[in-house]
């Protein structure tokens, strides 16, 4: 993790003065909480994760101004993340598929990797909280269920807000943030809006990953408005948060497709930096990351912050 003195003199100007904490303690307590945080995943022409990029590889760009990187974390660094699986009664002959894809998903935790399990249908079910420890995180796959409806809003909602009180907790900024989203069918049963759980998801600093149970969701998207909102949803999630949807051709699939978000996972790189705009006017400031002198790469992020939140 390197942090540039600059950055961190000129944001300690915007911060008050706190009684009982040093002068050096103000300072990293402003930037760290005016951080403008970045998962980012580069690829080449072909599709393949490109590794092995530095700091000085990148520029970012915030409503077109450059902006000067103040930490940059390599894909080793730990990550965090929440997996929230649909426990509605439609996956009920699929739970053996359901837990061996999950399980795909831990065999590749690194050992500072943090996992919360959740299981969800009308309500939101937290089988085991932000853990390493492999058999507690197997015993909650193994508790996975089917009966009742499918909130899938209220499940991303709560996960993004517990991926940022756990960031809260950790005070770590070389962990990277995830959300992964395991459902087979469009909401019926959330209180929270489309537009609330897309506000969440711009002011957090995780990626979302949704993950199709196959052609049956597939199938369902297809059908009516709903579905068409629920399509749309899940890609905007992906979209804002520099996360994306994986359709697998089929249940048999799944497997393969919870060992590529995996893949992406340990192929994520982790920026951060303080904006050299020092309004906090709650505004939407839009992001722009690229690899320096090599426009043949894509980089995939979130799309923007909204300034102050």
């Known amino acids: 993790m390197r942090v540039v003195a600059g950055a961190l003199a000129a944001a300690a100007v915007a911060t008050t003065a706190l009684a009982g904490v040093s002068a050096q303690q103000r300072i990293r307590q402003a930037v760290i909480f005016d951080m403008v945080r970045l998962s980012a995943v580069v690829t080449d022409a072909n599709g393949r994760y490109v590794s092995g990029l530095d700091t000085a590889d990148f520029q970012v760009f915030e409503d077109g101004v450059e902006q000067q ?14 997996v929230l699986v649909d426990g509605s009664i439609s996956i009920r002959s699929r739970l053996p598929t359901v837990r061996a894809s999950v399980r795909e998903l831990l065999r590749n935790l ?21 853990s390493a420890r492999r058999a507690s995180l197997e015993a909650a796959i193994d508790s996975f269920s089917a ?7 209220n499940a991303v909602f709560r996960g993004l807000r517990e991926i940022e009180a756990r960031a809260r907790e950790e005070r770590d900024e070389s962990r990277r943030r995830a959300v992964v989203l395991l459902s087979d069918g469009v909401d019926s049963s959330s209180l929270i809006s489309e537009d609330v759980v897309l506000s969440e998801a711009r002011r957090s600093r995780a990626s979302v990953y949704s993950v199709s149970l196959g052609q049956n969701l597939s199938a369902r998207l297809t059908a009516g408005a709903r579905g068409a909102r629920g399509a749309a949803l899940l890609e905007e999630l992906g979209r804002t948060t520099g996360g994306r949807v ?15 978000v995996a893949e992406e996972l340990r192929h994520q790189y982790g920026l951060a930096y303080v904006s050299d705009n020092v309004l906090r006017d709650g505004r939407w400031r839009r992001i722009e990351l690229r690899v320096r002198n090599r426009p043949e790469l894509s980089v995939r992020h979130r799309e923007g912050y909204y300034a102050g939140s």
């Open 69 to 82: 990187i103040q930490i940059f974390n390599a894909p080793d660094s730990p990550i965090t993340f929440a």
């Open 246 to 260: 994986i359709v697998p051709a089929s249940v048999d699939a799944l497997q393969a497709a919870f060992a590529e």
């Open 110 to 130: 690194g050992p500072r990797d943090a996992v919360q399990m959740v299981q969800f249908n009308e309500r939101v079910s937290v089988l085991e909280t932000f």
């Open 147 to 153: 009966a009742g409806g499918t909130a899938v809003l």
